[in-house]
């Protein structure tokens, strides 16, 4: 009986579409499609292929989608979130990873990445190092990583002394195995050695100043 159904239903649609090839003249109709077949997780599935494709707008588009369906699922959110930063929609980004948070509170990954999307912006430095002061205390085991994130913070509200601190022991912590996020701190460092001393040449200046 289930092969009967099957085939029946199978003549069925043939002759449909055999009608609708004689209503349109031999042509084929435009097909609206009026829902979306695809779940939250094809979407994001379909999103990282076009990612690794080089097609970023494709993909963000398929996460907006997967959002769409569940605006609460969070590996959607994850996805936008480090997609958009990466192609530098640093609203979006911003938006992605405060909605992330709401929903994962003690995600300390997505505290340092948001408080990333301030230091580019240069906007909500403050609420960047809270961020990542809060990371550093929800996971320990990411410090080498979080104190790369806090002493770029610093360097940028002009505390060089202190970033000079914080990278030195990213720096040293880092593990060895992850070259590219060793070198990027190593640049943070030369950077807020360079700071220090600067700073530390305008203390002597104005000391001598004074004393004149």
Same mark, same amino acid.
């Given at each position: 009986?289930?092969?009967? &159904? ?18 349109? +003249?031999?042509?084929?109709p435009?097909?609206?499609? *009026? ?12 999103? &990282?292929? #076009?990612?690794?494709? +080089? ?7 398929? #996460?907006?989608?997967? *959002?769409k $369906? ?12 480090? /997609?958009?930063? &990466?192609?530098?929609?640093y ?5 992605? #990873?405060? $909605? ?10 997505v ?6 999307? #301030? ?5 909500? /430095?403050?609420?960047?190092? @809270?961020?990542v ?16 994130? *806090?002493g ?5 509200t ?6 000079v ?18 070198a ?22 104005? &000391?001598?100043? @004074?004393q004149?």
């Amino acid at each position: 009986m289930r092969h009967g &159904r099957t085939s029946f239903t199978a003549g069925r649609r043939f002759l449909i579409f055999t009608a609708m090839l004689f209503l349109f +003249g031999c042509s084929l109709p435009r097909i609206i499609v *009026l829902h979306d077949p695809l779940t939250a997780n094809e979407h994001d599935d379909l999103g &990282r292929a #076009y990612e690794s494709a +080089g097609k970023s707008d494709l993909a963000a588009s398929q #996460y907006r989608e997967a *959002l769409k $369906k569940d605006p609460k699922h969070l590996p959607s959110l994850l996805l936008l979130g480090d /997609l958009s930063y &990466r192609v530098k929609n640093y609203d979006e980004a911003a938006s992605a #990873y405060a $909605k992330a948070l709401k929903l994962d509170p003690r995600n300390a990954d997505v505290r340092n990445n948001l408080a990333w999307v #301030y230091i580019q912006t240069g906007r909500g /430095l403050d609420r960047a190092k @809270e961020l990542v002061t809060e990371a550093l205390e929800l996971n320990p085991g990411h410090r080498p990583y979080y104190l790369d994130t *806090l002493g770029v913070v610093l360097l940028k509200t002009g505390k060089a002394a202190e970033a000079v601190t914080a990278l030195r022991e990213s720096v040293d912590t880092l593990p060895k195995d992850r070259p590219e996020l060793l070198a990027e701190a190593e640049g943070h460092l030369a950077d807020a050695c360079r700071a220090a001393e600067e700073e530390a040449v305008q203390r002597g200046m104005e &000391r001598r100043a @004074e004393q004149e």
